[in-house]
């Protein structure tokens, strides 16, 4: 059961981009950062709970924050789900991260360059979900670790507290993550549209749909 989970989640947890910023009506005025930059800045707060580029959003830094600390929270509680220690759990999350910083590429160009919907070509090499389902189902590693949680709750007995458990746990986890496949690259046309930031002084390009960059990302 647990190895089906991670096959369906591991996929860093993903939760809507919220609806912080307000869909500007039609004007002169322009963004100053180009859609690309804009819609790079969305792929990376997916893929890596961060981005330097967040000024062509629009967000702000505490706006960015509760994105990144909703995305941090989810990865942390299916982690710990494997009955890491709250430690562990982010040990995990941050080794994750690291590893979708270092394989999955992202690029962004304007394939559509319009006034109103501008559509922006977004590069990636994404997750192979198929093939990280397979490996995950075949792990014997987290087949062992479902029996032995399994068993040690039978006993009354928290692995959470086991340091034998937490340090076989966490080389298995760590060991999944490198072995987890990444596509080769695919694209995503991503139309944008106007919308105004917090203060609503300034616009900004933003996806239409946000979730497709999501879905995208992750192998869907």
Known sequence: MRTFMLAKKILLPMIAILAILLTAGCGDDKPKESADKAVLAYAELYAYADTDKLAATGMTNA??????????????????????????AMEITDYYIADRKANMELKAKVKKDDAKNPVVELTATPIDTRGAKQQMDKNEDLVAMGVYIGLAQQQGVDVRTDPTYQQGAVESLKGVIDDMPYDSEKTLDVTCELVKSDDGKTLHWAPKDPQAIRKFLDGE
């Open 63 to 88: 706006q960015k924050e509760q994105i990144t600390q909703a995305l941090l929270t989810e990865s942390d509680q299916m982690f710990q789900s494997f009955m890491l220690s709250k430690d562990n």
